[in-house]
């Protein structure tokens, strides 16, 4: 069955990489474990489709380099720099304790060389920030932990991957005076050659050849993989350099640049997912059922690992004076072991401390720390979360937000009406901003002529907005991909809500995938899904839905404000469907935490409870309910299902899903 043509093999590959991450996604199962398991699968040990030839090795070492240098540019060293003290000591701690204990597991507990004791106890030390967008989606990178473990990082994999180095060199030439001046020299020269040498022609660089954008990205492949042959030819390991030239070039690679787009995009969509790819492929899966040792060790491993880490977090927390959840988080940031571990462990191989067995059991360890790493961040950033809600830093987030800016893509001339009129009742009166409507135009021959046919048939859209006294503003988008230029206007205008319509349909597929799944992926901002297929005025009352957590999201006042809006342009009452601490903000937020007249609690904490959310529900009201995006805080099982739920008993109520503004984009200065 093994695939022999190079063709058909990337044909196969680019197969995998595409179908397989989505499949694991809808399965709750992350990316990087779901592409290992394929690499299980697909490899000499599973069904011996792909053949880990000198091709695919190629491939799976530059997705190795790539990795270590996007994990290095995605750190923000500035919050290193403010935060240095703590973190060089999380740093320190997270990085000697793991290898403390690793080294006596391995040396008196398994009885391995000093060698591959130290090697192995490396594996402890280092970790990667698998687990951070948890952190990002949560809204707290502002709370002190976060930034001290991000610092922390690049303090134990720089430390772990130069005792690599020192591991290779004491196995390939032994241990004297001249192996350590050797590596010092080499050490300290490529460290100078990085952060002075470097710097210097990368800025020269971008500003000589400024319209050279495919220059920019060439310029930064070839630092890459200059630095990390230079680093080898040095007696040191690839992924040092690839690190080390990645921290050089941070500051010059903004986060949002069209640059930084290039890199991971490039990166994301092919040469790491096959580096993932070819890991799984190491794995034997026959050596487990040949006896229980490999699981035994792998379990040892993951509790030793996670426990050093814990030990580390829990006395920097407590050093630093920090709460119990802070330090949970520092643990679940630092306990996922990828990149770091699969390069000692590979370079182990290498030169033969490690063998088929105890590579197969890393992996399996490796596994097993992403699931853990990723269940103490989900619960320890959430408890973060809820602490922090009435801190500065979420007084001063909300400040930030742009004025609204209403965005609806044009789908036809009645359903934008009943749009337009639904907007023109929740819009703020006091602001600026038109209706901006949205023509996709498809990216073809005839484009032009479109555009023209469609500026001739406009008065009727433009007066809508003259009968609902509101401004409208077209926006002509060529694009293939409705949601692609849906995105892209939003940001160019610092456009939100956008209102989407809510299709009519039983098919929870066409609804989820269309509709919600495709846009709240692709936008951050606020998104309502409207069904508004009957006239709102004649509503008896809001029935309004609202997760528990749904208070500490960044766009909480932003819809509330909007429900309360429509609640007293239509004279109806909003029923609330939540619990008191989520209602008791809601009072706080519209009137400073006294009772409202128009507005009345039902404490509801069931969610599942579907059969009591119907019985509340009349013909003549508006349905609202309150999303959240995958990950986020007030993200809910429940709540996901419960849209086609209502449509499917509710068909002609007016119904809105409204998905809260998440995040807020950070301004970077322009290189």
């Not at 697909?42 to 070492?61: D, K």
């Not at 030390?125 to 990082?153: E, F, Q």
């Not at 508004?532 to 809001?542: N, P, R, T, V």
Request: aromatic share 12%; charged share 15%; hydrophobic share 45%.
């Amino acid at each position: 069955m093994t695939i022999t043509n190079p063709v058909l093999l990337f044909a196969v590959i680019l197969l995998i990489i595409l179908i397989m991450p989505i499949l694991f996604d809808k399965l709750n199962i992350p990316s990087v474990i779901g592409l290992i398991i394929c690499g299980i699968i697909i490899g000499p040990y599973g069904f011996n489709i792909v053949e880990n030839n000198a091709t695919f090795e190629l491939l799976s070492t530059i997705g190795l380099l790539y990795l270590m240098f996007l994990t290095a540019l995605d750190l923000n060293l500035e919050e290193f720099q403010a935060h240095k003290y703590k973190s060089l000591l999380f740093g320190f701690l997270t990085f000697t304790i793991p290898l403390l204990i690793g080294y006596f597991l391995f040396r008196y507990i398994f009885h391995f060389s000093f060698d591959s004791s130290i090697l192995f106890a490396a594996t402890f030390s280092t970790h990667t920030l698998v687990t951070y967008p948890i952190v990002t989606k949560r809204n707290i990178t502002n709370d002190h932990s976060i930034p001290i473990t991000i610092g922390a990082t690049i303090i134990s994999d720089i430390a772990a991957l130069t005792l690599l180095a020192v591991i290779v060199n004491h196995v390939q030439f032994g241990i004297n005076t001249d192996l350590w001046i050797r590596l010092s020299l080499s050490m300290t020269g490529f460290l100078l050659l990085e952060f002075l040498i470097v710097p210097i022609i990368a800025k020269w660089f971008f500003r000589k050849f400024e319209g050279e954008r495919y220059s920019h990205y060439i310029f930064v492949l070839s630092v890459l993989f200059l630095s990390s042959w230079l680093a080898e030819a040095l007696g040191m390991e690839a992924i040092i350099g690839a690190f080390i030239s990645g921290i050089a070039l941070n500051k010059f690679i903004p986060k949002s640049s069209n640059l930084m787009n290039k890199i991971e995009f490039v990166g994301n969509a092919l040469f790491i997912p096959i580096f993932l790819i070819s890991v799984g492929m190491l794995f034997d899966v026959k050596v487990i059922f040949k006896g229980y040792d490999i699981i035994i060790m792998a379990i040892i491993f993951t509790v030793a690992g996670t426990s050093a880490k814990w030990i580390a977090a829990k006395t920097t927390q407590w050093i630093c004076g920090f709460n119990r959840f802070q330090g949970q988080l520092m643990t679940g940031l630092s306990s996922s072991h990828t990149a770091g571990t699969l390069a000692i462990i590979l370079a182990g191989q290498r030169i033969g401390l490690v063998n088929n067995t105890l590579l197969n059991a890393t992996i399996i360890f490796m596994l097993l720390s992403c699931i853990i790493s990723s269940l103490i961040t989900h619960h320890a950033s959430k408890q973060v979360a809820i602490i922090n809600k009435d801190s500065d830093n979420t007084r001063k987030d909300s400040q930030k937000l742009p004025e609204e800016h209403f965005l609806i893509p044009f789908i036809n001339t009645d359903l934008f009406a009943k749009q337009v009129k639904f907007v023109s009742l929740i819009k703020n009166k006091k602001s600026p901003n038109p209706i901006s409507v949205l023509y996709v135009i498809p990216n073809n021959k005839y484009a032009e002529h479109n555009i023209s046919s469609i500026k001739n048939n406009t008065k009727n859209i433009m007066s809508l907005g003259s009968d609902s006294e509101v401004k409208i503003e077209e926006i002509y988008a060529i694009d293939n991909n409705v949601v692609s230029a849906l995105a892209r206007t939003s940001l160019e205008k610092s456009a939100y809500p956008i209102i989407i319509p809510w299709e009519k349909t039983f098919s929870l597929a066409t609804l989820r995938e269309e509709r919600i799944r495709d846009v709240t992926a692709s936008v951050d901002k606020s998104v309502y899904v409207c069904y508004l297929e009957h006239q709102l005025i004649g509503s008896k009352s809001i029935k309004l839905f609202a997760p528990p957590l749904c208070n500490l999201e960044l766009g909480f006042e932003l819809w509330l404000k909007k429900v309360v809006t429509l609640s007293q342009e239509l004279s109806i009452p909003i029923d609330v469907y939540c619990t008191s601490s989520e209602y008791d903000s809601m009072l706080k937020s519209i009137n400073n935490g006294r009772k409202v007249s128009f507005m009345k609690l039902h404490e509801f904490k069931e969610w599942g409870n579907y059969t009591y959310i119907e019985s509340q529900i009349t013909e003549d009201d508006i349905i609202i309910i309150i999303m959240s995006r995958k990950d986020y805080i007030s993200s809910n099982n429940y709540f996901d299902n419960l849209p086609f739920k209502i449509e499917k008993s509710f068909k002609d109520n007016i119904k809105i899903a409204i998905y809260p503004y998440q995040t807020l984009t950070p301004h970077y200065s322009l290189t």
